[in-house]
C-alpha cells in the first residue's frame, strides 16, 4: 500500500484502511507483480467511491471474502477438452484462431476501476474461464491457473489473435471503450451461450458494486454462489444419442469475390433493425428470422459472386434446445443450408429452399447425425499422438472446416436479462472472428426490441452490404447502420 493513497485520508480511516489491506495480503498468493496490480486495483477503487461514500461503506462494498480463494489457494484442477473444443487448437495458424466477442452497451460510461473489481470478484464463479492451454501427448487440454486478470481498454481489431502461447496465460479478454464492455473468448472455453453467461454475469456484478439491485436468472449467476458441476461437464459425450450413419465430409463451397484485406477483419458492420417489424416481415412469409435473413444472405451473394458452385451457409445450433444441459462450455453443432447459385432466381424460390432445409437440416436428428460423427471422428484420432494429429487435423478441417461453407450465420437470439439488469443495458453486438477462407462471417443478437445483425469481413468488397441494406429499405424496416472504423490503416 502506497503512503500517498493513505495520505489522502483521515487518521482514523488510515487505521481501517491499514487493517483492511493486511486482511488482504492473507489471501492473496500470487507474484509478487501480480499482487502489487491487485492492490492498486484496490486503492484506485477506494477512491473512487470515495467521493460519495464512508470508508465503512466501501470496506463493505470492497470486502475480501468477495475474491473467494482463488487468488491464495493453489491451483489443483484440469480439464479435457470438450469434444467441440478438440478442433480449435489444432486448425490453429499464425495470428488466427477461432474467436467470437459479445458486448453489451451500457446506458453510462463505463468506470474502469469499477469493472476491474467486478472482474475480481467474478471469477470464482467460472473456473473453466480460470484456465490455460496445455499440450497433452494425444490431445491439448486446459489446466486451472492461479493468475491475476486484468480489463484492458478496447484498442485493437476486434476478434485479435490471443496470444496462449505461454503457460499460464488466459483463452479470453475482457475490454472496455467508452459505454461497451466486451469479451473475446477463444472457442476452447466456450460456445457463445457459456460467453454471453459469463459476460451478464460480470455486467450484472459491476452494477452491483455500483449500488443497483441485481436479480439472478438462467444467464446472470450470483458470483457468490458454489459452481455446480454440471457447469463444467462435456455433455458432447455424456449425452445418449440415436441417429443414423451419417458424414461430416461435404464439397468445397463457393467463396464470395474480393480483394483481401491483410488485417482480419478490416470492417464490422451493424445493422440494427427493430424486431417487432423483423418478426412481423418474417411471419408475412412464414418464416421465422433466422430463416428471412439466411434468405436475404443467398440472394446478396449470389449477387456478389461471378462464380458457379453451390452457396452454404453454415448455421451453429445451441443443443441446449434439445437437451438439458447446464454446460458452460462448448455444446453447438452447425449444419450447412446450401442452395446452387444458378437455382438463387427469386426471393421466393429461395425462402422455399431455405424453408425445407431448415426444418430438415435443422432437426434433432439431423443434428445428432452431425453429434455422431464428431464423437466418431475424435474416437478416431484418440490414440495419434499429437505432433502427428497437427497435420492430419488440418487436412480433415479442410473438409469439415470453413472450406465447406461460404459463410456462416450465427444466432444468440434474445438476449433475457432480469429486467432490473436490462434496463441499464442499451444494445449489445455478437461479432465472429474471420476465419481462414471465409471472407465475410454473420451473426445475430437480440436485447431490448434491437435485432443487430452484424457483418465480420477481411475484404475490400462492399456489394453485399450494399445489397442488404438496400434490401432491407425496400421492405419498409428501419435501419441504422454503423461499424467500426475501417481496419486497412490502423497500425
Excluded at 99 to 111: A, G, K, M, P, T
Excluded at 141 to 159: A, L, Q
Excluded at 340 to 363: A, M, P
Amino acid at each position: 500500500m502506497n503512503e500517498s493513497f493513505l495520505n489522502e485520508f483521515k487518521q482514523d480511516e488510515q487505521k481501517i484502511l491499514s487493517e483492511f489491506f493486511d486482511n488482504l495480503l492473507k489471501n492473496i498468493d500470487l507474484s509478487k507483480k501480480e499482487t502489487k496490480l491487485l492492490i492498486d486495483d484496490y486503492e484506485k477503487a477506494i477512491l473512487y467511491f470515495y467521493k460519495n461514500k464512508s470508508i465503512n461503506e466501501i470496506i463493505k462494498i470492497l470486502a475480501v471474502e468477495n475474491l473467494g480463494t482463488i487468488y491464495k489457494d493453489k491451483p489443483h484442477n484440469w480439464y479435457p477438452l470438450d469434444n467441440s473444443a478438440k478442433i480449435y487448437p489444432l486448425s490453429m495458424k499464425k495470428n488466427w484462431m477461432s474467436v467470437y466477442r459479445i458486448s453489451y452497451y451500457l446506458n453510462d460510461n463505463i468506470i474502469p476501476e469499477v469493472l476491474q473489481m467486478a472482474l475480481l470478484f467474478t471469477m470464482k464463479r467460472f473456473p473453466i474461464f480460470r484456465t490455460s492451454i496445455r499440450k497433452g501427448f494425444f490431445w491439448h487440454y486446459i489446466d486451472e491457473i492461479k493468475k491475476y486478470f486484468k480489463v484492458v481498454e478496447d484498442s485493437k481489431v476486434p476478434c485479435s489473435y490471443i496470444n496462449i502461447s505461454k503457460i499460464g496465460k488466459p483463452s479470453f479478454k475482457v475490454l472496455y471503450y467508452k459505454n461497451r464492455i466486451s469479451v473475446e473468448v477463444f472457442h476452447i472455453l466456450a460456445d457463445a451461450y457459456g460467453g454471453i453467461v459469463f459476460l451478464s454475469t460480470l455486467v450484472s456484478e459491476y452494477l452491483n458494486l455500483l449500488g443497483q439491485k441485481v436479480n439472478y436468472n438462467d444467464l446472470v449467476f450470483d458470483v457468490n454462489e458454489k459452481v455446480k458441476v454440471e457447469e463444467l461437464k462435456d455433455d458432447f459425450i455424456d449425452k445418449k444419442i440415436e441417429s443414423k450413419k451419417g458424414s461430416l465430409l461435404d464439397k468445397k463451397a463457393l467463396m464470395i469475390d474480393g480483394k483481401l484485406s491483410k488485417i482480419r477483419p478490416c470492417q464490422i458492420i451493424h445493422f440494427d433493425l427493430k424486431t417487432k417489424e423483423l418478426k412481423s416481415l418474417a411471419h408475412k412469409y412464414n418464416l421465422t428470422v433466422n430463416e428471412l435473413i439466411l434468405s436475404y444472405l443467398f440472394l446478396v451473394i449470389s449477387y456478389s459472386t461471378s462464380k458457379e458452385g453451390f452457396i452454404k451457409i453454415q448455421v451453429p445450433v445451441n443443443m441446449r434446445k434439445y437437451y438439458k444441459s447446464n454446460t458452460l462450455r462448448n455444446f453447438s453443432l452447425y449444419n450447412n443450408i446450401s442452395i446452387k447459385k444458378s437455382e438463387v432466381t427469386s426471393f421466393e424460390d429461395v425462402i422455399k429452399k431455405v424453408k425445407y432445409q431448415s426444418q430438415e437440416k435443422l432437426s434433432r436428428n439431423k443434428l445428432n447425425e452431425v453429434m455422431r460423427e464428431s464423437n466418431k471422428l475424435v474416437r478416431s484420432l484418440k490414440l495419434i499422438p499429437l505432433f502427428i494429429k497437427r497435420p492430419i487435423a488440418n487436412f480433415i478441417y479442410g473438409f469439415i472446416g470453413d472450406k465447406s461453407q461460404t459463410t456462416v450465420l450465427s444466432n444468440l437470439g434474445v438476449v433475457k436479462l432480469p429486467e432490473n439488469v436490462l434496463k441499464h443495458i442499451k444494445s449489445a453486438d455478437f461479432i465472429l472472428g474471420t476465419t481462414i477462407s471465409n471472407k465475410m462471417l454473420f451473426s445475430l443478437i437480440t436485447i431490448n426490441n434491437i435485432t443487430t445483425l452484424t457483418m465480420s469481413k477481411y475484404t475490400t468488397n462492399t456489394s453485399i452490404e450494399n445489397n442488404l441494406y438496400s434490401i432491407f429499405k425496400e421492405n419498409n424496416l428501419i435501419v441504422k447502420v454503423h461499424g467500426s472504423e475501417n481496419y486497412e490503416n490502423r497500425k
